[in-house]
């Protein structure tokens, strides 16, 4: 395990294979396994464990986000990688480091409306992974699917020599999207927070018999999620703008944030809608 930038050098030996940065922030499950696979079939796998404390806000989870680090280094012994990087918080925000990235506009809604300066931890971070680890890719989990835009847009904008790939939302048998914070939720909870994706499924099956109104398709998804104890959004937008179209066409993402219990859930399908037919489609590197 990595701790430094000095040790970081390391990576160097990897050389001339390239670099596939997986970054998480611990407390892994299957979901983060299937980053790591994916990762292998483009080179050396570096994984990095960090719970980012400048993308959490003052009232949010940051002291008890679960750190597991023995049990995620044990997790990560069945699969090929090359080094983990797990950093302490003085080595990413050393005293006196002050220059932060700010996202664009595909920030605005979503998470970023709900959680001000979420994305501006979340990218100031990555691109300090990125140009650490000197990675030639980088995989996401597409669950997070504006983190994957906002940080595709940063990369284009600043013209990082990085390519990134999301996969599939890995979901357990009922549906439910793979998230370290399901570990909140009781059982009774857990049951409830299925919802999470027959909601998604109903949007697209409406969107698969014509519905093309994003007000319709909003409304319905938000009454099938009625039984959460709270409901932060449930949007249809535009992709990669994440913009607002009455018309459903293109291009979207149907995304949608409750609370279950103290659990944050957020969920999401990423298709493309062509006259009659509706796709699920990769949200980068289309
Ligand atoms: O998705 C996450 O786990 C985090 O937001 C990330 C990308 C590791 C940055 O801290």
Do not use: W
């Not at 679960?66 to 069945?78: A, K, M, V, Y």
């Not at 997070?144 to 979901?171: E, F, G, H, N, Y």
């Not at 009922?174 to 409830?192: F, I, P, V």
């Amino acid at each position: 395990m990595l701790t430094s930038s000095e040790e970081l050098s390391f990576l160097d030996q990897l050389r001339p294979d390239p670099i596939v940065l997986v970054p998480t922030m611990g407390a892994l499950h299957s979901g983060h396994l299937e980053l790591v696979k994916e990762a292998e079939k483009y080179g050396k796998v570096v994984v990095s464990i960090f719970v980012n404390p400048t993308q959490f806000a003052p009232n949010e989870d940051f002291d008890s986000y679960p750190r597991t680090l023995e049990s995620d280094l044990d997790l990560l012994s069945g699969f090929d990688v090359a080094a983990v990087f797990s950093p302490p918080v003085s080595e990413m925000y050393a005293d006196g480091v002050v220059t932060t990235v700010q996202p664009g506009g595909r920030a605005d809604c979503l998470c970023g409306a709900d959680r001000p300066g979420h994305y501006s931890g979340v990218l100031t971070v990555v691109a300090k992974l990125f140009n650490m680890t000197k990675a030639d890719y980088a995989v996401f989990g597409r669950k997070d699917a504006q983190q994957c835009l906002v940080i595709d847009q940063m990369v284009s904008d600043l013209k990082m020599p990085i390519k990134l790939i999301d996969i599939p939302t890995v979901r357990e048998v009922g549906g439910l999207a793979m998230s370290s914070r399901n570990r909140y939720l009781d059982k009774e909870q857990h049951t409830r927070a299925q919802v999470v994706f027959s909601s998604l499924q109903k949007a697209k099956s409406m969107l698969e018999s014509g519905c093309r109104s994003a007000k319709e398709i909003e409304e319905a998804v938000v009454s099938e999620l009625a039984v959460c104890d709270s409901i932060e959004y449930a949007e249809v937008l535009s992709v990669p703008e994440l913009e607002k179209n009455e018309i459903i066409e293109g291009r979207c993402l149907l995304a949608v944030a409750v609370k279950v219990g103290s659990a944050r859930l957020i969920d999401n399908i990423s298709l493309l809608v062509e006259n009659d037919k509706v796709t699920e489609i990769p949200l980068l590197g289309v």
